[in-house]
């Protein structure tokens, strides 16, 4: 198993949770990783990126200001924290990893697939 997210659950609106995406060491360096999600009847979308090293994170819209990606080296482990969370934040997520080093909002650019961890945000 190349990328194994965790993390998801039940949570209220206005709640936190962090979503945990560990990776093998191979996977993990030198790539971009990233978040998506997909909410039921919809199409897969972008959440967030962060680049290996210094390069830098992106975000969609709709959550910016609200969530932050982060990456534990150490760890091969990067990490979505989620506050201020909205129903219509309710989707599987996914975590992936990049094809280059650079983050990307193309889901087409990433290489490796979690299996996704299911976020509900009840009202």
């Known amino acids: 198993v190349q990328l194994q997210a965790s993390g998801g659950g039940l949570v209220q609106a206005g709640g936190s949770l962090r979503l945990s995406c560990a990776a093998s060491?191979?996977?993990?360096?030198?790539?971009?990783m990233g978040w998506f999600r997909q909410a039921p009847g919809k199409e897969r979308e972008f959440v967030a990126t962060?680049?290996?090293?210094?390069?830098?994170?992106s975000y969609a819209n709709s959550v910016k200001g609200r969530f932050t990606i982060s990456r534990d080296i150490a760890r091969n482990t990067v990490y979505l924290q989620m506050n201020s969370l909205k129903p219509e934040d309710t989707a599987v997520y996914y975590c992936?990893?990049?094809?280059?080093?650079?983050?990307?909002?193309?889901?087409?650019?990433?290489?490796?697939w979690g299996q996704g961890t299911l976020v509900t945000v009840s009202s």
């Open positions: 992936a990893a990049a094809r280059s080093s650079s983050g990307t909002v193309v889901a087409e650019n990433y290489r490796y």
């Open positions: 060491r191979r996977t993990f360096s030198n790539n971009a």
């Open positions: 962060k680049g290996w090293g210094d390069l830098g994170s």
